[in-house]
């Protein structure tokens, strides 16, 4: 490969590892599986040592990924919270061994532990007693999930004893077991809500809730695996972790010391077959050097120990063959291309139906009906296919032509520049995109009309109602007209239909079914904007100063709104009485101390979070405002606040304030 195109790929690689960093870290929803991501990362590890002219230490080869979010308190760590380095063959753990043994010789032993998949944590005790709960974050800082991590039972607030070290931290693994992760599941399942892709992202996903007495309804669990502090009970890795139960720390049995490389290998052939009847999920076998001296003999990389390494099993793949293909239209329009397979067993269960994502995916793979494809179960719920058994394929087959007309309604399908996805644009007659909008509109996390999710198939298709605002013109007579229903459940549906009209601003929103408008944003628009009429007339500038708005949700939110078939759907919503404004308690107007001022908020602040600051600046009367123009009075800023906007704001002389300076203007 020349330069140029080794600058361009590394480039690329960069690109999509941030992507995928992004994906997994923050929004837990890894659309790729871990073995993917390896080779990516693998592939630019090596492009980098190939053109070390290249590197450079903001590469995703050189850091780990972020779980930071804004709504936690950030907590710098005293160590810093590394990733291990990965192997997926033997091979590649008796190099690991040999670089070793090159540098402390052959006297060392390995513990082998279970990779438990699900987040990692840093509890820090001190006398005996938990003083802080700290998510890996960037391996820098992190996110302070205390209150959330006291809510889990497994984990000692007091310590058992009095042998344990003054000071310490304790790292481990939070996760949920696979029966409760089931049960959250079908309970979300018959809840209409949508379900968690796998146990990983929903130990993830709980210990970041606002709410901690929500978490502490789920049952999470916790292993501990590494102890961090100045004296610890023994040299041996092992020996302290074992002590570390009789403290009431919960130290999974299958750790086990290993003499040498071929014991370690028969861990691992142990586990890859057993790990089916564990009652939580692993995703691989972490290896480590028992002493701590020899650990510290061995160091760290940037990114890892040298002394650890983790072999990950590859996720469970079958061949099956590609029946046909049924195209799916969703709520928002979007085509959904779904595989029908030839049943096949994987991974506990029996795969029918496999995700082919969009046209891209077909044309990636060269995807072909009669095909023999391999099926994966990814992070995702519904599983994938991967690629195909070319050498399997008929003799006479033609590539696979992605539909142009939408299969429930006919009309041209379009797919914008830049986007995977081909939609339908008949938003308002094409009956799947209309059944599905008012779907939403009712879900539980929506307008939460219980009982009408599977009452509007028979409305619509009875022609009683065409949307969302026709539910609140509904009759009792229409009801008990209708096939299957009583006078008990049309009274239930039009009582929960009443008071459905007292949601809050911020659900209807959400409700509404604006495309990219999903619940974070629609609560960050509610803090921010009034009422409807003022987000209906809200200009592009002020929807991009709201945090989580980008300008691809501002053109959705200002399209969405110039449709009249939306405004008179909303009009119908304010001539039934839904609640279409922002509670006062959560806006009052404190002072008129910032009157026609406008402010841009930039930056990571100490005492108060972004949305807090946004919300300050309008209860004194002030404007927020997305980007910063001559018009613009001040540039709030914080720490990191980004080179470009500093650079704009210095030439258009805008006034640079902070944190405290703001604070003192509104006093
Ligand atoms: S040791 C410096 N041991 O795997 C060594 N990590 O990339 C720190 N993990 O997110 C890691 N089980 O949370 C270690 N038995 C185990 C583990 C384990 C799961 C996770 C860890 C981290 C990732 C390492």
């Given at each position: 490969?020349?330069?140029?195109?080794?600058?361009?790929?590394?480039?690329?690689?960069?690109?999509?590892?941030?992507?995928?960093?992004?994906?997994?870290?923050?929004?837990?929803?890894?659309?790729?599986?871990d073995?993917?991501?390896?080779?990516?990362?693998?592939?630019?590890?090596?492009?980098?040592?190939?053109?070390?002219?290249?590197q450079?230490?903001?590469?995703?080869?050189q850091?780990?990924?972020?779980?930071i979010?804004?709504?936690?308190?950030?907590?710098?760590?005293?160590?810093?919270?590394?990733?291990?380095?990965?192997?997926?063959?033997?091979?590649?753990?008796?190099?690991?061994d040999?670089?070793?043994?090159?540098?402390?010789?052959?006297?060392?032993?390995?513990?082998?532990?279970?990779?438990?998949?699900?987040?990692?944590?840093?509890?820090?005790?001190?006398?005996?007693?938990?003083?802080?709960?700290?998510?890996?974050?960037?391996?820098e800082?992190?996110?302070?999930?205390?209150?959330?991590?006291?809510?889990?039972?497994?984990?000692?607030?007091?310590?058992?004893?009095?042998?344990?070290?003054?000071?310490?931290?304790?790292?481990?693994?939070?996760?949920?077991?696979?029966?409760?992760?089931?049960?959250?599941?079908?309970?979300?399942?018959?809840?209409?809500?949508?379900?968690?892709?796998?146990?990983r992202?929903?130990?993830?996903?709980?210990?970041?809730?606002?709410?901690?007495?929500?978490?502490?309804?789920?049952?999470?669990?916790?292993?501990?695996?590494?102890?961090?502090?100045?004296?610890?009970?023994?040299?041996?890795?092992?020996?302290?972790?074992?002590?570390?139960r009789?403290?009431?720390?919960?130290?999974?049995?299958?750790?086990?010391?290993?003499?040498?490389?071929?014991?370690v290998?028969e861990?691992?052939?142990y586990?890859?077959?057993?790990?089916?009847?564990?009652?939580?999920?692993?995703?691989?076998?972490?290896?480590?050097?028992d002493?701590?001296?020899?650990?510290?003999?061995?160091?760290?990389?940037?990114?890892?120990?040298?002394?650890?390494?983790?072999?990950?099993?590859?996720?469970?793949?079958?061949?099956?063959?590609?029946?046909?293909?049924?195209?799916?239209?969703?709520?928002?329009?979007?085509?959904?291309?779904?595989?029908?397979?030839?049943?096949?067993?994987?991974?506990?269960?029996?795969?029918?139906?496999?995700?082919l994502?969009?046209?891209?995916?077909?044309?990636?793979?060269?995807?072909?009906?009669?095909?023999?494809?391999?099926?994966?179960?990814?992070?995702?719920?519904?599983p994938?296919?991967?690629?195909?058994?070319?050498?399997?394929?008929?003799?006479?087959?033609?590539?696979?032509?992605?539909i142009?007309?939408?299969?429930?309604?006919?009309?041209?399908?379009?797919?914008?520049?830049?986007?995977?996805?081909?939609?339908?644009?008949?938003?308002?007659?094409c009956p799947?995109?209309?059944?599905?909008?008012?779907?939403?509109?009712?879900?539980?996390?929506?307008?939460?009309?219980?009982?009408?999710?599977?009452?509007?198939?028979?409305?619509?298709?009875?022609?009683?109602?065409?949307?969302i605002?026709?539910?609140y013109?509904?009759?009792?007579?229409?009801?008990?007209?209708?096939?299957?229903?009583?006078?008990?459940?049309?009274?239930?549906?039009?009582?929960?239909?009443?008071?459905?009209?007292?949601t809050?601003?911020?659900?209807?929103?959400?409700?509404?079914g604006?495309?990219?408008?999903?619940?974070?944003?629609?609560?960050?628009?509610?803090?921010?904007?009034?009422?409807?009429?003022?987000?209906?007339?809200?200009?592009?500038?002020?929807?991009?100063?709201?945090?989580?708005?980008?300008?691809k949700?501002?053109?959705?939110?200002?399209?969405?709104?110039?449709?009249?078939?939306?405004?008179?759907i909303?009009?119908?919503?304010?001539?039934?009485?839904?609640?279409?404004?922002?509670?006062?308690?959560?806006?009052?107007?404190?002072?008129?101390?910032?009157?026609?001022?406008?402010?841009?908020i930039?930056?990571?602040?100490?005492?108060?979070?972004?949305?807090?600051?946004?919300?300050?600046?309008?209860?004194?009367?002030?404007?927020?405002?997305?980007?910063?123009?001559?018009?613009?009075?001040?540039?709030?800023?914080?720490?990191?606040?980004?080179?470009?906007?500093?650079?704009?704001?210095?030439?258009?002389?805008?006034?640079?304030?902070?944190e405290?300076?703001?604070?003192?203007?509104?006093?």
């Amino acid at each position: 490969m020349n330069k140029e195109k080794a600058k361009k790929r590394i480039e690329q690689l960069r690109s999509d590892l941030e992507k995928h960093n992004y994906n997994y870290y923050v929004l837990n929803k890894p659309i790729i599986s871990d073995f993917e991501y390896d080779v990516m990362l693998n592939d630019l590890a090596h492009l980098e040592k190939l053109f070390p002219e290249f590197q450079s230490s903001s590469s995703p080869t050189q850091k780990v990924g972020s779980d930071i979010t804004a709504e936690f308190k950030q907590v710098t760590h005293k160590y810093p919270m590394l990733s291990l380095g990965n192997t997926y063959n033997p091979e590649e753990l008796r190099e690991f061994d040999n670089r070793i043994k090159k540098i402390i010789g052959e006297n060392f032993e390995y513990v082998c532990e279970l990779k438990y998949d699900g987040t990692s944590i840093s509890l820090i005790y001190s006398d005996g007693k938990l003083q802080r709960a700290i998510t890996r974050g960037d391996g820098e800082k992190g996110d302070d999930v205390t209150l959330n991590v006291r809510t889990i039972k497994t984990i000692p607030y007091y310590l058992k004893g009095s042998d344990f070290p003054k000071e310490f931290e304790i790292r481990g693994e939070i996760f949920f077991n696979k029966a409760d992760f089931e049960k959250i599941n079908k309970e979300r399942k018959l809840n209409n809500e949508a379900l968690l892709a796998n146990p990983r992202n929903a130990a993830a996903g709980t210990l970041k809730l606002l709410d901690s007495s929500a978490v502490a309804k789920r049952p999470l669990d916790c292993f501990l695996y590494y102890i961090l502090g100045e004296n610890t009970f023994s040299d041996s890795h092992y020996k302290n972790l074992t002590k570390a139960r009789d403290w009431g720390f919960q130290i999974p049995e299958h750790i086990t010391r290993c003499a040498n490389i071929e014991k370690v290998l028969e861990f691992i052939e142990y586990w890859t077959n057993e790990r089916k009847n564990l009652p939580f999920e692993i995703d691989g076998i972490v290896i480590k050097v028992d002493s701590l001296k020899q650990q510290k003999q061995l160091g760290f990389t940037a990114k890892s120990p040298r002394w650890a390494i983790s072999y990950k099993f590859k996720a469970e793949q079958a061949l099956t063959k590609l029946l046909s293909i049924d195209f799916q239209v969703g709520r928002t329009g979007a085509i959904t291309p779904v595989a029908n397979l030839e049943p096949v067993f994987l991974a506990g269960t029996t795969v029918k139906r496999a995700s082919l994502h969009n046209a891209d995916q077909i044309e990636l793979h060269d995807i072909r009906i009669g095909d023999y494809v391999f099926v994966e179960k990814g992070g995702e719920i519904i599983p994938k296919i991967v690629g195909v058994e070319v050498t399997k394929r008929e003799s006479v087959s033609s590539p696979l032509k992605f539909i142009e007309n939408c299969p429930e309604c006919n009309s041209l399908l379009i797919r914008n520049e830049g986007e995977a996805q081909h939609y339908c644009p008949n938003e308002f007659s094409c009956p799947p995109q209309i059944k599905g909008k008012i779907e939403h509109f009712v879900s539980r996390k929506a307008m939460n009309i219980a009982g009408a999710e599977a009452t509007i198939e028979l409305l619509y298709t009875n022609k009683i109602i065409s949307d969302i605002g026709d539910l609140y013109n509904l009759d009792k007579t229409q009801l008990i007209n209708l096939e299957r229903f009583g006078e008990k459940s049309a009274d239930n549906l039009l009582l929960s239909i009443e008071q459905s009209k007292n949601t809050s601003f911020e659900k209807v929103i959400y409700a509404l079914g604006i495309r990219f408008v999903g619940e974070t944003v629609a609560k960050k628009i509610a803090n921010n904007i009034e009422n409807i009429d003022a987000l209906i007339n809200s200009t592009f500038d002020e929807l991009i100063s709201i945090d989580e708005v980008g300008d691809k949700i501002a053109q959705s939110i200002i399209e969405h709104f110039k449709n009249e078939n939306n405004i008179r759907i909303i009009q119908k919503l304010k001539d039934a009485g839904v609640n279409l404004k922002r509670d006062e308690n959560t806006s009052q107007k404190k002072s008129d101390k910032l009157s026609g001022l406008s402010f841009v908020i930039s930056g990571v602040f100490e005492k108060h979070s972004r949305d807090e600051l946004k919300q300050m600046i309008e209860e004194n009367g002030g404007k927020n405002v997305g980007s910063i123009s001559a018009k613009t009075n001040y540039v709030l800023a914080g720490e990191n606040m980004g080179p470009a906007k500093l650079e704009k704001a210095q030439k258009l002389k805008v006034k640079i304030i902070f944190e405290n300076e703001f604070l003192e203007m509104i006093l």
